[in-house]
């Protein structure tokens, strides 16, 4: 399955980040028979502010996870277990030879970016009519705005600035290459102003795609299943009387933005009476009412870096939910979406301080278990695998040497991702809404989970680093045995044990995981 994600502003970049996460982690989408299907992501992040920290840190992640993942299984998609066993590539990355396009994850706004928006619309090659209805429509500080830092909370300018979005060489390259059953998903805020206005103006235009004679597989376009996390107010920011970005907007605009959405985009309105139709398939809706720790209050010139949040974990998840609702519940006739779907989430505990137990039943079958795996292996790795060369497991064919700890795997692994993951983790854990899956404060692997506690009995031996190379041992005999690994398969072999032996080993040294 291909999935086309589009990540729109700031919160597009911020909910990616926990995605890449549970990614790592081994999470798929399920099928009807609840198993795993393999699965290709090609994120697409849309914000003409290039110079977001946010937008920075995600799309670090997706080059260092892009790179892991080319190392353990090369180019095939057919994997469904497994650390960073889903695929993530870039739009170039599926595009026939010869596309003139950037390999990255960032969608090309330089016509946009590049300007005041006063410049963008010609405001001074305006009429006098013109120019009062220009001023009339947008404040002085509007026209005046460099939207290089984004659209500074006014998707009034984001809704003329984004028109440009269909007429860019990325819109045609992924409107050629778009299959029927690929799937495309749109992640937006609806209290600011890049993504109130790119959500709306990203879906007319895939479903005005049956207009557009350029595009080869229009019709394919036009019907595509279409999913969307719409981020509801929820974080906090300094109060700055010099800001145009104020709280006490949010809610006021979230208001505008819902209406708008009912008539022309997550419902359809006609004559004064709604339809049961939509221009999206499955509708998702997050926020929080406990605000964020308060983030500096800043427009976009100083590179708006927010902590992680809890709501970001969640909204990543209806990414994952979208992909496993079956083919025949998200129809669309003629750029219109059947019987649409409509989610929003609840925790099972409504807790200020939250661990993974505090999810419901589904949230926490669907990803626990492998979320607490790749911790584990993360704290292994860290920890204690340098000591553990040279001895039982590593030993085996084909060996893990010294020589391994300097390859650029191992680098990127664990001086660039591994460092992103705790730093990400230290955040979630800090916020109003904490949200602390995993002891941060221990080396220890029988308190490394949060109000999951280990067995204990009088012959139940303690969970630590010696357990885990027993395990690990008797493991890579059993492989050895079946001849399982290549002979340069080094980096897969070594996640790959982890991932089998701390399946078996969590429900042995752990109660109620899940």
């Not at 949200?435 to 490394?448: I, Q, R």
Request: proline share 4%.
């Amino acid at each position: 399955m291909r999935l086309f994600l589009f990540l729109v502003g700031g919160t597009g970049s911020r909910v990616m980040r926990p995605l890449v996460m549970q990614l790592a982690a081994g999470i798929h989408p399920l099928n009807e028979a609840g198993q795993p299907v393999p699965l290709e992501i090609v994120p697409i992040i849309v914000d003409p502010h290039k110079a977001n920290e946010d937008l920075k840190r995600t799309d670090n992640l997706l080059r260092w996870y892009k790179q892991i993942r080319q190392s353990l299984y090369g180019d095939t998609v057919d994997v469904t277990r497994g650390f960073f066993s889903a695929k993530i590539s870039t739009l170039s990355d599926i595009l026939p030879n010869g596309s003139n396009l950037s390999d990255t994850f960032l969608f090309n706004m330089g016509a946009v970016e590049s300007k005041k928006f006063q410049d963008f619309i010609s405001y001074s090659t305006l009429d006098t009519a013109n120019q009062a209805l220009a001023s009339m429509m947008f404040s002085s500080y509007q026209l005046d705005t460099k939207m290089d830092i984004g659209f500074v909370g006014s998707p009034n300018i984001g809704s003329v600035a984004l028109n440009e979005f269909k007429d860019s060489e990325e819109f045609r390259q992924f409107s050629n290459v778009f299959q029927k059953n690929d799937r495309i998903f749109i992640v937006s805020s609806i209290f600011g102003g890049t993504g109130a206005a790119g959500y709306p103006i990203i879906v007319k235009n895939i479903r005005n795609a049956g207009n557009n004679t350029m595009i080869n597989n229009r019709g394919d376009l036009r019907d595509a299943r279409i999913g969307a996390l719409t981020v509801l107010p929820y974080f906090n920011v300094q109060q700055d009387e010099n800001s145009p970005i104020s709280r006490a907007d949010f809610i006021s605009k979230t208001k505008s933005a819902l209406f708008y959405y009912h008539d022309n985009l997550t419902g359809l309105r006609q004559g004064g009476v709604d339809l049961p139709l939509s221009k999206i398939n499955a509708c998702y809706y997050v926020g929080d009412e406990v605000p964020s720790n308060p983030y500096y209050n800043d427009p976009g010139g100083n590179g708006q870096r927010n902590d992680a949040h809890v709501v970001e974990y969640v909204g990543a998840l209806s990414v994952l939910d979208f992909l496993s609702i079956p083919d025949d519940q998200l129809r669309t006739v003629d750029g219109n979406a059947q019987n649409p779907i409509y989610k929003e989430y609840g925790l099972a505990n409504d807790k200020n301080t939250l661990s993974l137990k505090d999810f419901g039943l589904p949230t926490r079958s669907f990803v626990n278990r492998q979320m607490v795996k790749f911790h584990l292996a993360y704290m292994y790795i860290t920890n204690q695998l340098k000591s553990d060369i040279g001895r039982g497991y590593t030993e085996d064919k084909p060996e893990i040497t010294s020589g391994f700890l300097s390859t650029s795997f191992f680098t990127t692994l664990t001086a660039n991702f591994y460092v992103s993951y705790l730093q990400w983790l230290k955040e979630l854990r800090g916020n109003q809404r904490s949200f602390v899956p995993f002891n941060l404060d221990t080396t220890s692997l029988s308190e490394a989970i949060t109000d999951v506690a280990p067995k204990t009995g009088f012959f139940k031996s303690a969970f630590d680093y010696k357990t885990l190379l027993s395990a690990l041992n008797k493991n890579s005999q059993t492989a050895v045995k079946a001849g399982k690994y290549g002979s340069d398969k080094v980096a897969f072999r070594l996640l790959d044990l982890l991932d089998e032996t701390l399946d078996k080993v969590i429900d042995e040294k752990f109660n109620g995981i899940i």
